[in-house]
């Protein structure tokens, strides 16, 4: 029997991967053995993250508020190899604000490229999955804030609980196809925008709210995107793994 793990052989997209959770999970996908497409908005960073992931790693820049950059991507990586998993990893959140200070301007932004860049991405990479018929995993990275609720993320919690809704949705829908959809929620994990909140005047009572007492890693979120592309979790499709060092206990 052969390593359920393995992802060789695979064609994985990775949105957002130029950092971050992004850049973890596609070092992951590479080290299991796929070769990965990494996107993002900024070419500069695009391409050092891919000169450090090595050959098995392409960088296209996407933006992932434009449904038409993001069609234009996904052809892209299909005429180069059969996309087998979608990491809808792309996503914002600048804004750390109660909601009845949130402008229409802010609110847009966040929706734009949370909400209805992972639809798309997702229903563009499902037209290739499904009409080669080898199926596919797609993995959308939401947050705990979807799950749970958090003071001045109301804008981000909405896009990422309309995420978890969407993703059960889009199993149902392509399950009977062998189009797997599911999502993971992480709590705070080590990031740039992370670093900043924590070291503000909130982040000793951020970090208190965590029962573990740390923040997560990319590599903490990056097993579990393994597993679902993986051949490891071939029965499981709809779920919200929540991965928040005991956050949503609280």
């Known amino acids: 029997m052969g390593n359920p793990f393995s992802l ?19 070092k992951s996908f590479i080290e299991a053995g796929a070769r990965v497409i990494i996107t993002a908005r900024s070419q500069g960073q695009l391409d ?4 450090s992931l090595g050959p098995n ?7 992932n508020s434009d449904p038409s950059d993001i069609a234009a991507m996904i052809e892209n990586a299909a005429a180069l190899s059969p996309i087998d998993i979608l990491v809808n990893n792309a996503g914002i959140s600048p804004y750390y604000k109660r909601a009845e200070h949130v402008t229409v301007e802010e609110w847009d932004s966040v929706v734009d490229v949370n909400m209805r860049g992972t639809y798309f991405c997702s229903t563009e990479a499902a037209k290739h999955m499904l009409e080669n018929g080898a199926g596919g995993s797609i993995i959308n990275v939401t947050s705990v804030t979807g799950v749970t609720p ?10 990422k609980a309309a995420v978890h809704q969407l993703t059960k949705v889009m199993a149902l829908e392509w399950a009977a196809r062998n189009v797997r959809v599911n999502a993971i ?21 951020l970090l208190a709210d965590v029962p573990m007492g740390r923040l997560a890693t990319p590599e903490d979120i990056a097993g579990a995107a393994v597993w679902l592309a993986s051949d490891a979790s071939s029965y499981v499709t709809g779920s919200i793994v929540v991965i928040d060092g005991g956050r949503q206990l609280r």
Request: proline share 2%; hydrophobic share 40%.
């Open 8 to 26: 060789d052989g695979k064609t994985a997209i990775v949105t957002g991967g130029s950092r971050g959770i992004g850049y973890g999970i596609a």
């Open 150 to 159: 958090f003071e001045r993320q109301g804008v981000y919690a909405a896009t």
């Open 57 to 63: 790693c392409i960088a296209r820049r996407c933006d």
């Open 48 to 51: 050092e993250a891919a000169a």
């Open 185 to 205: 929620a992480p709590g705070w994990v080590e990031t740039d925008l992370v670093g900043e909140l924590f070291a503000s005047r909130h982040g000793e009572g």
